[in-house]
């Protein structure tokens, strides 16, 4: 079994053999060390309403995209 993780920074994704939140690895794409969100985490940020959303948002890399729809309370954990 293997999990997808995504690059804050330039969305490039890995895989790896366990299921976390997010994983803290040097981009192979884009050279960022960054944080890299899992799939699921990624999908669930995609999914949220446009006008709950501030205007700069699709400017965001992604760790802060969830950052801030956690303070908002746009997503809950559902997951460790
Ligand atoms: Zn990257």
């Known amino acids: 079994?293997?999990?997808t993780y995504v690059c804050s920074n330039c969305h490039a994704t890995v895989t790896r053999p366990f299921e976390i939140r997010?994983?803290?690895r040097t981009c192979d794409e884009c050279g960022t060390n960054g944080r890299f969100l899992h799939?699921?985490?990624v999908e669930s940020l995609a999914s949220l309403p446009a006008d709950?959303?501030?205007d700069d948002w699709d400017a965001l890399p992604l760790d802060k995209r969830f950052e801030l729809?956690?303070?908002r309370g746009l997503i809950q954990l559902?997951?460790?």
Do not use: N, V
């Open 39 to 41: 799939q699921s985490l």
């Open 22 to 24: 997010s994983i803290i």
């Open 1 to 3: 079994m293997t999990e």
């Open 52 to 54: 709950e959303l501030p």
């Open 69 to 71: 729809a956690l303070k």
């Open 78 to 80: 559902t997951r460790g």
